[in-house]
């Protein structure tokens, strides 16, 4: 099973407790998806500040992350539950399903 601990060399400055669940949101910023994405992956950050923590990783700028974390395409999302555990998602979601990924993490 894939889990955070795979990552976290690749993300200085991040110290996964598993006390909050994660969300990381891989993108760059010349891909339409991910903008069409932003604004929902940022309302999901307010809504659920303090519960969940949310992530954004540009590819371009983080390409050791990407290759390791094997991001083939964006948008590219990770859901991190509280044991390090990843469901991984490619592709744009609608909010709803943003929302029931976020609840499913907060138990």
Excluded at 11 to 19: A, C, P, V
Excluded at 57 to 80: C, G
């Amino acid at each position: 099973m894939e889990t955070i601990n795979t990552y976290l060399p690749y993300l200085k400055g991040y110290d996964y407790t598993g006390k909050t669940p994660v969300i990381i949101d891989f993108y760059a910023t010349w891909c339409g998806p991910c903008k069409a994405l932003s604004p929902l992956i940022e309302k999901l950050a307010h809504e659920y500040e303090g519960r969940i923590k949310v992530l954004k990783v540009d590819v371009d700028k983080n390409e050791a992350l990407a290759q390791a974390a094997r991001i083939m395409s964006i948008p590219t999302l990770f859901f991190i539950d509280r044991e390090g555990n990843i469901e991984r998602h490619v592709g744009g979601l609608p909010y709803t399903a943003l929302t029931q990924m976020a609840e499913k993490l907060i138990g």
